[in-house]
């Protein structure tokens, strides 16, 4: 737990207080945060997946097909979960209810991902389909059931005579590097082509930027946004840091995952809400305080819920 907290944890509060401080003082802007997000999701995070990723063997891929299975219906579960629950308080609409399955349904797997995993579990391949796994379904399904959702409800709020292809997200969510990278990598690995291993160098200067660009951004956003606590933001945090890695562990018991394999997802699970969620609020002017207000509250919770998940995971395997 000593080793968790100090190389794990303490290294993310740390850098992203000198990313909320920097905000404060008015060193960077909350669009400078933005540039920063663009350079980790298009550059940074698609090269630390894609490099990784081609580094595994078709029978690492064939032992991990629970993993994608558990993380892709657990998610999404938990996901539709949070939209239905928020849903029901009269005073949100369907798009509210839309962004706070964005963010509490979602772990912030892109900007975290790496920096919680890699100190815990090690740098390996395991860890960098994990990270592939989860940021595949947040991407590219989460976010363009998502989008389809706000849209349905932005649409029945301000009717126009064009109506937009529910297909739209999908592909556009497609599109982006930190979606398409990780797959590509995965066909490379299924057909058999061996990587070069003189090729990875070229990729490490830019992965290397991964973690930290990703964590002092988030410091900035932070920074930006004006935290207001309520019952619902409260309501999110749990459902974020409590329900969803538990629907993860109970999952993963059930149909006997590999226990790393296991591990390394609750604690993926137990992340905090997915930042693409609070660009997107603050896109569409949608649910930002309280989305936000939900998004720090976890941030905070984190320090507590990640040893204590990690430990009731071990504790699980060792009775089941």
């Known amino acids: 737990m000593e080793h968790i907290i100090l190389y794990a944890i303490v290294p993310i509060i740390v850098v992203m ?8 003082r008015g060193i960077f802007s909350g669009q400078d945060a933005k540039k920063f997000n663009k350079v980790v999701l298009d550059y940074a995070l698609p090269a630390a997946l894609f490099v990784s990723i081609v580094q595994a063997s078709r029978e690492m891929l064939a032992k991990d097909v629970k993993l994608s299975l558990v993380a892709l219906i657990g998610i999404m579960a938990c996901f539709m979960l949070v939209y239905f629950v928020f849903l029901m308080f009269k005073k949100n609409t369907g ?12 772990p912030t797997i892109g900007f975290l991902g790496f920096a919680v995993l890699e ?12 990270v ?64 070069p291993e003189w090729a990875s160098p070229s990729f490490d200067l830019i992965k290397g930027a991964n973690a930290s660009m990703a964590v002092f951004s988030a410091g900035i956003t932070l920074s930006a946004i004006k935290i207001q606590i309520n019952w619902q933001a409260v309501l999110g945090a749990i459902l974020k840091m409590v329900v969803m890695p538990l629907v993860i562990l109970v999952m993963g018991l059930l149909v006997h995952m590999d226990p790393l394999n296991l591990k390394m997802l609750v604690v993926a699970a137990a992340l905090p809400p997915a930042f693409s969620g609070i660009i997107i609020a603050d896109e569409y002017d949608t649910y930002v305080a309280t989305g936000t207000s939900s998004l720090t509250l976890s941030v905070i919770l984190f ?15 060792k009775m089941f």
Not at 95 to 106: C, F, H, K, R
Not at 119 to 130: E, K
Not at 132 to 153: E, K, T
Request: net charge neutral; charged share 10%.
């Open 95 to 106: 798009a509210d209810a839309a962004v706070s399955a964005l963010i509490s349904g979602s």
């Open 132 to 195: 592939a796994i989860v940021g595949i379904v947040v991407n590219a399904v989460g976010i363009p059931v998502g989008l389809s959702l706000m849209n349905a409800s932005l649409e029945k709020q301000n009717p126009s005579g064009k109506k937009q292809s529910a297909w739209k997200p999908v592909i556009h969510a497609l599109e982006q590097p930190v979606a398409w990278a990780p797959i590509l990598a995965v066909v490379w690995v299924l057909v058999g082509i061996p990587w």
């Open 17 to 24: 207080l000198a990313g909320y401080i920097s905000g404060k």
């Open 303 to 317: 320090i507590g819920f990640c040893p204590l998940w990690i430990w009731l995971t071990d504790l699980a395997l």
């Open 119 to 130: 100190p815990i579990f090690g740098t390996n391949p395991s860890v960098a389909l994990v």
